[in-house]
């Protein structure tokens, strides 16, 4: 596919998708919150190298290789802002699942994904402008669609902050309550949010499907890196063994789905963008089981040897 026509691709949403896209990023959000509860945190007392470490890895770590690999590729615009939007974005709640399957430090992955969370709300929109404009190309198509800046940064704000305020309040002061929703709030959150994937990729599916080819490899490299950086990361602060495979994939599992929704209700749903995260969102999954399947292949060697 030309590169020029997927940077000028916008998936258009109706004002009731517009309303649906912004329903299910509260659902998500609302739904994480719920679930934070101040146990997570404690391993900021009992270890706190490990913890800043891990969180450093996420929210600058993975950034900033992103920034390397869009500098060393040089893909279209809409593909390179994408992939910065995705690193950008917290870990995903997938990631303490599969530290679980691999025999991981569950723990530590859920208070990585805990922190995450939290320092999203306010982080993210401002990474995604500062890291973009390192890049000139993403920079430029910030300007070509005229995005203000301020704007973005109090809305995505306001959209990530009120349903984690609200979620984390009802969690602390209706402990059982949030528990009996959260589930639910989840699920809700992730069929509308499916529901939207569906009806982009039905309306698109010419044009994304002649994009894979450029598309698909990308993901495969950027996420590959990520799971890369995070093993390294733990090995860099001397951590465990089980520590390391949480940490592998705290970095390598991020909240796509947060992604898509910034990029459609705040970006004009930039094609190339909007179908790195999409793919992101497959992929990641399918490369953190073949990685559990690696770590347990390992754990039974080592048990026979």
Same mark, same amino acid.
């Given at each position: 596919?030309?590169?020029?026509?997927? %940077?000028?691709? &916008?998936?258009?949403?109706?004002?009731? *998708?517009?309303?649906?896209?912004?329903?299910?990023?509260?659902?998500?959000?609302?739904?994480?919150?719920?679930?934070?509860?101040? !146990?997570?945190?404690?391993? @900021? &007392? %009992?270890?706190?190298?490990?913890?800043?470490?891990? $969180?450093?890895?996420?929210?600058?770590?993975?950034?900033?290789?992103? /920034?390397?690999?869009?500098?060393?590729?040089?893909?279209?615009?809409? #593909?390179?802002?994408?992939? #910065?939007? $995705?690193?950008?974005?917290? *870990?995903?709640?997938?990631?303490?699942? @599969?530290?679980?399957?691999?025999?991981?430090?569950?723990?530590?992955? $859920?208070?990585?994904? !805990?922190?995450?969370?939290? #320092? !999203?709300?306010?982080?993210?929109?401002?990474?995604?402008?500062?890291?973009?404009?390192?890049?000139?190309?993403?920079?430029? /198509?910030?300007?070509?669609? %005229?995005?203000?800046?301020?704007?973005?940064?109090?809305?995505?704000?306001?959209?990530?902050?009120?349903? @984690?305020?609200?979620?984390?309040?009802?969690?602390?002061?209706?402990?059982?309550?949030?528990?009996?929703?959260?589930?639910?709030?989840?699920?809700?959150?992730?069929?509308?949010?499916?529901?939207?994937?569906?009806?982009?990729?039905?309306?698109?599916?010419?044009?994304?499907?002649?994009?894979?080819?450029?598309?698909?490899? #990308?993901?495969?490299?950027?996420?590959?890196?990520?799971?890369?950086?995070?093993?390294?990361?733990?090995?860099?602060?001397?951590? %465990? &063994?089980?520590?390391?495979?949480?940490?592998?994939?705290?970095?390598?599992?991020?909240?796509?789905?947060?992604?898509?929704?910034?990029?459609?209700?705040?970006?004009? *749903? /930039?094609? *190339?963008?909007?179908?790195?995260?999409?793919?992101?969102? $497959?992929?990641?999954?399918?490369?953190?089981?073949?990685?559990?399947?690696?770590? &347990?292949?390992?754990?039974?060697?080592?048990?026979?040897?």
């Amino acid at each position: 596919m030309d590169a020029a026509a997927l %940077d000028q691709l &916008r998936i258009v949403l109706d004002p009731a *998708g517009q309303a649906g896209v912004a329903l299910a990023l509260f659902l998500l959000v609302f739904s994480v919150a719920l679930g934070l509860r101040l !146990a997570d945190f404690l391993i @900021l &007392r %009992d270890r706190p190298l490990q913890f800043l470490g891990g $969180v450093a890895a996420q929210t600058v770590g993975l950034p900033l290789l992103t /920034l390397l690999l869009v500098m060393l590729l040089r893909p279209p615009p809409s #593909i390179a802002l994408g992939m #910065i939007v $995705v690193a950008c974005c917290p *870990g995903g709640a997938s990631s303490n699942f @599969l530290t679980y399957l691999a025999r991981g430090n569950v723990a530590y992955s $859920v208070s990585l994904t !805990a922190a995450s969370s939290m #320092i !999203a709300a306010f982080f993210t929109p401002l990474s995604i402008l500062l890291w973009s404009r390192f890049y000139e190309p993403t920079a430029s /198509l910030l300007r070509s669609i %005229d995005v203000d800046a301020g704007a973005f940064l109090l809305q995505t704000t306001i959209l990530l902050a009120a349903p @984690l305020v609200l979620g984390m309040g009802l969690a602390h002061w209706r402990p059982g309550f949030a528990e009996a929703i959260r589930r639910r709030a989840g699920q809700a959150g992730a069929l509308m949010l499916g529901g939207v994937i569906v009806y982009g990729t039905i309306q698109f599916f010419p044009i994304l499907i002649g994009a894979a080819g450029l598309i698909t490899p #990308i993901v495969v490299l950027h996420n590959g890196s990520a799971f890369a950086l995070g093993a390294l990361a733990g090995r860099l602060m001397g951590a %465990d &063994r089980a520590t390391r495979r949480a940490l592998t994939f705290e970095v390598g599992i991020q909240n796509s789905g947060l992604a898509l929704v910034i990029l459609l209700s705040q970006l004009q *749903g /930039l094609g *190339g963008a909007a179908a790195i995260a999409a793919v992101w969102g $497959v992929w990641h999954l399918i490369a953190g089981g073949i990685i559990v399947l690696l770590f &347990r292949r390992l754990d039974r060697r080592e048990g026979s040897a």
